[in-house]
């Protein structure tokens, strides 16, 4: 499935970014080496990038979550 479809990125592309990249949405897609043109996704790509890095995190409890990291 398609969350950004003016980059054409896919949501198992997003997820595995988001594990390269301790950023936001934004960040990730840099990641991509894609920029955001009309916004629209941000929230779900946003949404579907916390949901990968908290799986991740609670299935190798060494590694932290970037609010953690941050405090």
């Known amino acids: 499935m398609y969350t950004c479809i003016c980059n054409a990125i896919r ?16 960040a990730v897609y840099a990641t991509l080496g894609k920029k955001p043109n009309c ?23 060494r590694r932290k979550l970037c609010e953690e990291v941050a405090l």
């Open 39 to 61: 916004g629209q996704c941000l929230e779900k790509a946003q949404k579907t990038i916390e949901e990968e890095r908290a799986l991740v995190a609670s299935l190798d409890p």
């Open 11 to 26: 949501e198992t592309d997003l997820r595995a970014a988001a594990l390269e990249s301790d950023g936001c949405a934004e």
